[in-house]
T-cell receptor, first 114, second 114 residues
Framework: GAGVSQTPSNKVTEKGKYVELRCDPI?????LYWYRQSLGQGPEFLIY????????DSGLPNDRFFAVRPEGSVSTLKIQRTERGDSAVYLC????????????FGPGTRLTVL | AQKITQTQPGMFVQEKEAVTLDCTYD???????LFWYKQPSSGEMIFLIY??????QNATEGRYSLNFQKARKSANLVISASQLGDSAMYFC???????????FGSGTKLNVKP
């Protein structure tokens, strides 16, 4: 079956611009996570959705970052006024939302801010 | 606070030999889950193995086994009979009782030599 998909796979933008990153989770998965992975580091949690609501957004670094999941499926991570420090791979993962189950990761979006 | 520590930035192993990747964690949660993921150079995170904190037996999945020592707060990954395709980054991760987020370690880069 289809896995988690993320678009675009690569995004190059200029400092100060607005970007949107899309995540399409596995069908039926209620839990959705966004992570940011800088070069040579492990993924860093950003936000978690259970259904349509953001159950935990404590990992968002500042108010330039925002994410939505209006229908409980596709999610969009939005970054305003991008900065060079936002350059990273943004990973999305989904799961059934049960305590013991695994997350399935997408291939990531590599964001480069010039 | 939750924390995952992987103290081996890089490891080498000879093909067909076994290798142990170290992971220690810190948490005050009464129950938690421990995960290992593989990240090849292609970038996608691949789930390997899961251990619940109340599981009596160490988890095994094919050539992967998790050496779980709860009192020492360690969850080392053992890969038996290493293959060239095992060369990748390996991340240890923990999900706490409030299972809304995962905490990842900084990873270990494994190189399997022919």
């Amino acid at each position: 079956g289809a896995g988690v998909s993320q678009t675009p796979s690569n995004k190059v933008t200029e400092k100060g611009k607005y970007v949107e990153l899309r995540c399409d989770p596995i069908s039926g998965h209620t839990a959705l996570y966004w992570y940011r992975q800088s070069l040579g580091q492990g993924p860093e949690f950003l936000i978690y959705f259970q259904g349509t609501g953001a159950a935990d957004d404590s990992g968002l670094p500042n108010d330039r970052f925002f994410a939505v999941r209006p229908e409980g499926s596709v999610s969009t991570l939005k970054i305003q006024r991008t900065e060079r420090g936002d350059s990273a791979v943004y990973l999305c993962a989904s799961s059934f939302g049960l305590r013991d189950d695994e997350q399935f990761f997408g291939p990531g979006t590599r964001l480069t801010v010039l | 606070a939750q924390k995952i520590t992987q103290t081996q930035p890089g490891m080498f192993v000879q093909e067909k030999e076994a290798v142990t990747l170290d992971c220690t964690y810190d948490t005050s949660d009464p129950s938690y889950g421990l995960f290992w993921y593989k990240q090849p150079s292609s970038g996608e995170m691949i789930f390997l193995i899961y251990q619940g904190s109340y599981d009596q037996q160490n988890a095994t999945e094919g050539r992967y086994s998790l050496n779980f020592q709860k009192a020492r707060k360690s969850a080392n990954l053992v890969i038996s009979a290493s293959q060239l395709g095992d060369s990748a980054m390996y991340f240890c991760a923990m999900r706490g009782y409030n299972f809304n987020k995962f905490y990842f370690g900084s990873g270990t880069k494994l190189n399997v030599k022919p």
